[in-house]
């Protein structure tokens, strides 16, 4: 069941790249019939949809610079009020910054708790699975474990990504854990917080998940936060 006593079922995840954070925000959203929701996906739906948010950022991106969080907001805030999100979500890329997490606060109101999982990895660890990530030169598919030489949806031939390397990985890993700590910081104090050791087989890492998740719904529920 997705609700416990009418409590939604809402979920973010954090995580650095390269920590399985999509891969398991998947799997959660699935298995939960809950909407995966990331930042990338509605961010280009609102583009194509051409609304007046979506002209905004599309002119943010164009111009090579980052979608500001008032945009950013919006954007998501006009997500959640969709019927598929009322019996909760699961939110990947959304907040990234405390100004996002203090408006994603004012939108639970009303919707339950928040269940925010942080999924930690080593830095070794991380730059040497995001060396080893391809994605498909033709038509920019993330590869599956499955894939070895080619695309299995349209047959190109896979590739590294090129912001990949090792030196650009470290860099991007320094970014994001400056980003971050504020948002941790923000989190960590709440009962429904909780860190995942995400250096472990994926299976190991979907069940830690669940256990977490469920568990602090749960405790939550309970206490009426």
Known sequence: MVQRHGVALNVVMLGPPGAGKG????????????????????????VQEDTGLGRIAKATMDAGNLVGDEVMIGIV?????????????????FPRTVVQAGALDQMMTGRGPLVVVDIVVPEDVLVRRLAARRICGECGSNALVEWTTNCGKCGGVLVQRTDDGDGIVRERLKVYHLQTKPLV?????????????????????????????CGASTLADGARL
């Open 23 to 46: 891969t398991q925000a998947e799997r959660f959203a699935q298995r939960h019939r809950l909407p995966k929701i990331s930042t990338g996906d509605i961010l280009r739906e609102a």
């Open 185 to 213: 910081d923000y989190y960590s104090g709440r009962p429904t917080f909780r860190t995942i050791d995400g250096n472990q087989p994926p299976d190991i890492v979907t069940a830690s998940l669940d256990r977490a998740i």
């Open 77 to 93: 805030s006009g997500r959640l009020t969709r019927d598929d999100a009322k019996s909760g979500f699961v939110l990947d890329g």
